[in-house]
């Protein structure tokens, strides 16, 4: 279980015309608190409109950086994403979760290991931070980046690729994407088969990648994921983390039991029992008991709400993160697992 700590806001950047990145300052009491690996998320806290948001935002800095940073990408009705582009200014303080994620890359400069990363829109800002310590911390290892936008105006963070491929361009390969622009050096398109394959098989047939990270909308990285298979990649080296999931709509979901379910929660080492109506999710049933457990995005793309089941059984509407053996362990999202026995027992402080 997270705490969250109060930290003020160092610097506001405009990234693009619906895109900034935040700065915070942090106390040096609590920067080992706050040491992340590259491709974690930190979760940030506030009241808006006198309703409690949390909203997940991956860190777009080294971790060698000293700086914790994100980026903030304004979509249409996102009620955290318009009033961190229209109304945060520095010097605001917002509530943040320490660093968490599966979606990481440890360096070691031992190894000499190539990545390729494929990334669209806003997925760029984990990315950004595995390239960033791939390029600083193994200092024989190249990384290639394909980067879909729709223009160039709505590339986050173009002029520092545009400098992290001058600064090390022996070792960092960047081919953008653009849908809606044409422009030189550039795929016109979408990120899509016939551009990894392009990408993998001919462009960059020379370099052997060791490991693939995609990042963003569900669609693409089916699509990647399924291409790199095909040509026989293993599906181990290849990571991923959702920056879109599907529409609740889309989703197939498993048939809901109806009956109850005596509950057992364990969090921060405080264990509570009750009864809950197995239609509801264990995280709403927790969260309507008072019991703070963590969470974030409740929409199955974090992993804010893992828990692990120690008896007793669930199952999940959607699961786009943990891998079957995982759920075999007993791992599940509570915000997308509905219990399906008499009694459960949950613990969040066993993950």
């Given at each position: 279980?997270?705490?969250?700590?109060?930290?003020?806001?160092?610097?506001?950047?405009?990234?693009?015309?619906?895109?900034i990145?935040i700065?915070?300052?942090?106390?040096?009491?609590?920067?080992?608190?706050?040491?992340?690996?590259?491709?974690q998320?930190?979760?940030?806290k506030t009241?808006?409109?006198?309703?409690?948001v949390?909203?997940?935002?991956?860190?777009?800095?080294?971790?060698?950086?000293?700086?914790?940073?994100?980026?903030?990408?304004?979509?249409?009705?996102?009620?955290?994403?318009?009033?961190?582009?229209?109304?945060?200014?520095?010097?605001?303080?917002?509530?943040?979760?320490?660093?968490?994620?599966?979606?990481?890359?440890?360096p070691?400069?031992s190894?000499?290991?190539?990545?390729?990363?494929?990334?669209?829109?806003?997925?760029i800002?984990?990315?950004?931070?595995?390239?960033?310590?791939?390029?600083?911390?193994?200092?024989?290892s190249?990384?290639?980046?394909?980067?879909?936008?729709?223009?160039?105006?709505?590339?986050?963070?173009?002029?520092?690729?545009l400098?992290l491929?001058?600064?090390?361009?022996?070792?960092?390969?960047?081919?953008?994407?653009f849908s809606?622009q044409?422009?030189d050096?550039?795929?016109f398109?979408?990120?899509?088969?016939?551009?990894?394959?392009?990408?993998?098989k001919?462009e960059?047939?020379?370099i052997?990648?060791?490991?693939?990270?995609l990042?963003g909308?569900?669609?693409?990285?089916h699509?990647?994921?399924?291409?790199?298979?095909?040509?026989?990649?293993?599906?181990?080296?290849?990571?991923?983390?959702?920056?879109?999931?599907a529409?609740?709509?889309?989703?197939?979901e498993?048939t809901?039991?109806?009956?109850?379910?005596?509950?057992?929660?364990?969090?921060?080492?405080?264990?509570?029992?009750?009864?809950?109506?197995?239609?509801?999710?264990?995280?709403?049933?927790?969260?309507?008991?008072?019991?703070?457990?963590?969470?974030?995005c409740?929409g199955?793309?974090?992993?804010?709400?893992?828990a692990?089941?120690?008896?007793?059984?669930?199952?999940?509407?959607?699961?786009?993160?943990?891998?079957?053996?995982?759920v075999?362990?007993?791992?599940?999202?509570?915000?997308?697992?509905?219990?399906?026995?008499?009694?459960?027992?949950?613990?969040?402080?066993?993950?």
């Amino acid at each position: 279980m997270s705490s969250f700590y109060k930290l003020s806001i160092k610097d506001i950047k405009r990234e693009t015309n619906q895109a900034i990145s935040i700065t915070f300052n942090l106390p040096e009491n609590l920067k080992d608190t706050f040491a992340f690996k590259a491709g974690q998320y930190i979760t940030l806290k506030t009241n808006i409109d006198g309703h409690e948001v949390r909203r997940d935002y991956s860190l777009c800095s080294s971790p060698k950086s000293g700086d914790l940073k994100v980026a903030v990408k304004e979509v249409a009705e996102g009620t955290f994403s318009s009033y961190a582009n229209k109304t945060l200014k520095v010097g605001d303080i917002l509530e943040v979760a320490p660093p968490k994620g599966r979606f990481i890359f440890t360096p070691n400069d031992s190894k000499t290991k190539n990545i390729a990363a494929f990334t669209a829109g806003s997925g760029i800002t984990p990315v950004l931070s595995i390239i960033k310590c791939a390029l600083e911390e193994e200092v024989h290892s190249k990384v290639i980046l394909v980067y879909g936008n729709k223009t160039t105006e709505d590339t986050m963070f173009l002029n520092e690729l545009l400098e992290l491929q001058h600064q090390y361009k022996d070792r960092f390969s960047v081919q953008f994407v653009f849908s809606q622009q044409d422009e030189d050096n550039a795929i016109f398109g979408r990120i899509e088969k016939s551009t990894v394959n392009y990408v993998v098989k001919n462009e960059y047939k020379h370099i052997e990648v060791d490991a693939f990270y995609l990042c963003g909308p569900e669609a693409m990285i089916h699509t990647v994921k399924n291409v790199l298979t095909d040509h026989g990649i293993d599906e181990e080296r290849i990571h991923f983390e959702l920056f879109k999931a599907a529409k609740p709509a889309e989703v197939e979901e498993k048939t809901v039991a109806t009956g109850n379910t005596q509950i057992t929660i364990t969090v921060d080492d405080e264990t509570t029992t009750f009864e809950m109506a197995q239609k509801q999710t264990i995280l709403e049933a927790a969260l309507d008991e008072d019991i703070d457990a963590p969470y974030s995005c409740q929409g199955g793309i974090c992993s804010s709400c893992l828990a692990r089941i120690k008896e007793g059984e669930a199952t999940m509407r959607q699961n786009n993160i943990l891998t079957e053996n995982e759920v075999a362990e007993g791992l599940i999202l509570t915000c997308q697992a509905h219990p399906t026995t008499p009694t459960i027992t949950v613990d969040f402080d066993d993950v």
